[in-house]
């Protein structure tokens, strides 16, 4: 069995605490017709701004 695309239990569990369910309105409206680009770009926006949050906490320390 190949693992390269196995998803940790763990990294699972901090995108359903983080990122809530596809809601069209957060997505920019040129995206609301394609609903899986639409919740593609916000959780990796999500995702972008998390990493980016969490740089800044370990840049302070």
């Known amino acids: 069995m190949d693992n390269s695309y196995h998803i940790p239990d763990i990294m699972e ?5 983080w990122v809530p369910g596809p ?10 017709e394609d609903p ?5 770009l916000f959780c ?12 800044e906490v370990c840049r302070r320390d």
């Open 36 to 40: 899986v680009r639409g919740y593609g």
């Open 44 to 55: 990796f926006y999500q995702g972008l701004a998390l990493g980016l949050r969490l740089s």
């Open 13 to 17: 569990e901090l995108f359903l605490a």
């Open 23 to 32: 809601e069209p309105g957060q997505w920019p409206e040129y995206l609301r």
